[in-house]
């Protein structure tokens, strides 16, 4: 059966051999925490569905999203990079199921392969690539085109056209108040380009989205092409 990971399903043979035998199913629960600030990392985690997202934290336990991580990617991107830990929190906020492998067995098997250490060090470069476009976007534009990039981003990486999500997880994603979140939904309703109820988020129309990110969607994405060879069969 093909592997649905996509970090995994593009890797040499030579190179999945040195992790397919410490590769673990696992499932990965709604708001289930894979890494936590300051803490040593204890595993790598490559989804096959769901989305897990990486939460940079600040004073007074203010939050905000700087990336997600679905079938494109892999968490434990700190490892890749030579170091034990990260300043930030990732969690499940969709849930799915993956593979799951020890830290230190991925350690190893980075150090006897410089194509695996390539290959990798390719995804974190499509990660740094996307929170930099993040940054701009909060930096830059509108809540309602935040918010049309985000869902962009999230359906690119759910099976279908539902999102289940909550406005409080939104509020997180995009760093504003709730009462924001609604009023941005709301304006996205009105082009027709979703419908929402309570938990639950549906694209009616993606062309609508993308055009209302005003070209803050797109560019990460062709960089991740670029570095990864992976693309969404949505766009």
């Known amino acids: 059966m093909a592997l649905a990971n996509q970090v995994l ?11 397919q035998p410490h590769l673990e199913p696992v499932e990965l629960g709604f708001r289930q925490v894979i890494e936590k600030p300051g803490k040593a990392i204890p595993c790598v985690i490559f989804p096959d569905a769901g989305i897990v997202s990486v939460v940079a934290n600040g004073h007074k336990g203010s939050e905000v999203e700087v990336g997600l991580i679905g079938y494109d990617s892999m968490t434990a991107q700190s490892v890749v990079m030579g170091t034990d830990r990260s300043p930030h929190s990732t969690y499940v906020q969709v849930a799915g199921h993956g593979r799951r492998m020890k830290i230190n067995a991925f350690r190893d098997a980075i150090a006897k392969s410089a194509t695996l250490h390539r290959s990798l060090l390719a995804v974190v470069q499509s990660f740094v690539v996307h929170a930099a476009s993040t940054a701009l976007a909060n930096g830059r534009s509108t809540v309602e085109a935040r918010l049309a990039r985000w869902l962009l981003m999230a359906h690119d990486r759910v099976d279908g056209d539902a999102i289940p999500l909550t406005h409080e997880f939104l509020a997180v994603m995009l760093g504003v108040r709730r009462a924001g979140v609604t009023t941005a939904l709301n304006d996205l309703k009105a082009r027709g380009s979703i419908t929402a109820k309570r938990g639950l988020i549906v694209v009616q129309n993606r062309k609508a989205l993308e055009a209302i990110a005003r070209g803050i969607y797109g560019v990460a994405e062709a960089e991740q092409e670029r570095l990864t060879g992976w693309k969404s069969l949505k766009r």
Do not use: P, T, Y
Request: glycine letters at 0%; proline letters at 0%; aromatic letters at 0%.
């Open 9 to 19: 399903a593009r890797l040499s043979d030579s190179d999945l051999a040195l992790l």
